[in-house]
């Protein structure tokens, strides 16, 4: 009786731990034409956008959170080391697509470290961006991104958050980030 109980008490802890965790309310997007998926939280959608991602969702409510999926052939590159560190591509990435001279953001490196899964290598990359504005109007933004290299193309998940609001999604974000997979 008493084991019965216990065993009673361990589950329903169990499920309630498992409830609480980041993956939980996330769902599965799998594009098997290109060969990835990751993981979005459960009430976002897909939406259109002009450029050059392959996908995007975003929350209904908080339309400016968003994750999109890139993909970029690039030549003559075998691996993703060949690219450069996780540092020298982060660099590259905010300098020439994220935050350009001429389109009047700015952004920072916050973090870069190289991951591997399933014998690929992700180089997961953290940075602040500054869209344009005055003093006033100017407005902050947090993204995390996951890049890796396969079959001849650059595949690039990013997550982005107000920075205000990133206190309350970073660990959704994070799993989402780690969710990434490309085959």
Known sequence: MVQRFLATVVAIV?????????TSGLQAFVDSYDGYEFL????????????????VFHDIIQTTENVSVVVNSVSSTQ?????????????????????????GRSSALIGASSQKADGKTYYIL???VTLPGD?????QRHNLSSITLSRGNVYTLSVSAPEERWPKVED???????SFTVY
């Open 14 to 22: 169990v499920v309630l731990l498992t409830g609480c965790s980041a």
């Open 40 to 55: 979005y939280p459960r009430g976002w959608v897909q939406v259109q956008v002009d450029g050059p991602a392959d996908v």
């Open 79 to 103: 691996s993703l080391e060949d690219l450069g560190s996780p540092e020298e591509v982060g660099d590259r990435l905010l300098r020439n697509i994220i935050a350009p001279s001429e389109s």
């Open 126 to 128: 953290e940075y602040a």
């Open 135 to 139: 003093a006033q109007t100017a407005r």
């Open 172 to 178: 959704q974000f994070k799993a989402i980030v780690a």
